[in-house]
């Protein structure tokens, strides 16, 4: 509650300085303007102050000023650890796991807990929605796959499993009639018939371990690895392996599948870096890094370029020729967060060193530096359309920036112990941030464009 400022103008004049380092700009302001009205005296060493302040910040103040008037906060209260979220395609609804093995669905319009659903019995590992946003599956370490109607909570179905830990579960991005679910040692692939979910394709491999398993255009890709370090990739309907990925003296580390599954990217610790293409089921290119350690890959929206991010360092690549097109210190501290724009064009990074940057793709030529955030930013993501940027720092800010220029568009507090992690709705009209205290915030857009 702000202070009386006819009865305490001296107390009122340090309350307005402690908003504006609080980026409580909008009851600052409002505070200001009542202030001016009233001619409120103000101290001489305070107005000192209140004119450093405003001079060094003025620029960050009037964003954000403008930023809270356009954006609504509210917090979803959740009693119990968070674990993990996911917005609806259609973003009619928010779900969140938590430590009590219960899910929750989220109103995003009002903020309002709509149901509880309850039946998992260990911790919640995964949630995604089906394509027409209707259904939410999740999965759990007690080896059950469920799933749930997200306008109602009720339990749709469980699937039929038999024994074995399901290391993940996922719905087909264009089938919306499809799911897969991921075992140690088998695969299945899920059809729902007249509102019934039976398996209708089964890879098991008795003597390997699955690796990885993704959903293409003509089939299902499945990697497997065994004991001696042998690592093939294999279609899902067949009992040939397609191709002999790595080799027990190769020594794999990583196997994963780029956008549509159009290319298996293969890492060894040597810091090779395979391709093969599952178009063409052929070997495209081989090349060896320089990164002391690559901690992921990620690939442009086209599939023309792939990065790979190290501690503080980042190579970009172009594929399919595997020609190394720059290599980057990106960062003085880890590198926390790596993502293309929509449109491919940019490359946006955050790191421990408390600043974001953006990156040109086609050169590597650094685009804007992003600063503003005290301490390390966890998280940096465009909206769907690539014409803003949300960050999410340790300070427990979240900050708006222009997608193409970096320019910064004001910033929101309300989380008290570090937000690490924000992310747009589909549609851009929400952002959903989260901290390490529980804490889950919904900050609805007036505008899908943050300007």
């Not at 307005?16 to 001489?44: C, D, G, K, M, T």
């Amino acid at each position: 509650m702000s202070p009386n400022p006819f009865l305490f103008p001296q107390e009122a004049s340090s309350w307005f300085l402690n908003q504006l380092r609080q980026e409580r700009y909008s009851e600052a302001l409002q505070w200001l303007l009542f202030a001016q009205r009233q001619a409120l005296p103000i101290s001489e060493s305070l107005q000192k102050s209140l004119d450093l302040w405003i001079s060094r910040n003025l620029q960050e103040f009037l964003d954000g000023v403008k930023i809270s008037q356009n954006i609504q906060k509210i917090e979803l209260k959740t009693p119990a650890r968070l674990s993990h979220t996911k917005i609806a395609w259609d973003a009619s609804r928010i779900a969140s796991a938590h430590s009590d093995h219960q899910l929750r669905l989220w109103n995003p319009a009002t903020g309002e807990l709509c149901c509880r659903m309850k039946g998992h019995l260990d911790e919640i590992l995964s949630l995604s929605f089906s394509n027409e946003s209707k259904t939410l599956l999740s999965h759990s370490e007690d080896g059950s796959v469920r799933l749930w109607n997200t306008f109602t909570g009720d339990l749709i179905t469980r699937l039929a499993i038999s024994g074995e830990l399901i290391l993940e579960a996922f719905f087909s991005e264009k089938d919306l009639t499809q799911l897969m679910t991921i075992g140690e040692k088998t695969v299945q692939i899920w059809q729902e018939e007249q509102g019934q979910w039976k398996a209708s394709r089964l890879f098991k491999n008795a003597h390997e371990t699955i690796v990885a398993a993704g959903f293409f255009s003509k089939g299902t890709f499945i990697v497997t690895t065994n004991r001696q370090g042998v690592t093939r990739l294999w279609n899902g309907g067949s009992s040939v392996p397609l191709a002999l990925l790595g080799t027990p003296q190769e020594a794999i580390t990583s196997v994963s599948f780029s956008p549509q599954s159009r290319y298996v990217t293969v890492l060894s610790t040597d810091q090779k870096v395979k391709l093969w293409d599952t178009r063409r089921s052929a070997w495209i290119t081989q090349f060896s890094s320089r990164l002391p350690q690559i901690y992921a890959s990620i690939y442009s929206p086209d599939q023309t370029r792939l990065v790979l991010e190290g501690k503080n360092l980042m190579e970009i690549w172009q594929i399919p020729n595997g020609e190394l097109q720059t290599r980057i210190a990106a960062h003085t501290g880890y590198i926390n967060s790596c993502q293309f724009s929509p449109d491919g064009t940019l490359l946006v990074t955050a790191g421990d060193d408390g600043s974001a940057k953006l990156w040109k793709s086609e050169t590597g030529e650094l685009s804007a530096i992003l600063e503003g955030h005290k301490k390390w930013i966890y998280s940096a993501q465009f909206s769907s359309e690539g014409s803003s940027l949300v960050t999410a720092g340790y300070d427990g800010t979240v900050r708006f920036w222009n997608g193409k220029t970096g320019q910064a568009m004001g910033s929101l507090s309300g989380h008290h112990l570090g937000a690490t992690r924000a992310m747009f709705s589909p549609d851009g009209r929400y952002v959903l941030s989260e901290d390490g205290n529980n804490q889950l915030w919904l900050w609805t857009l007036k505008s899908s464009k943050v300007n």
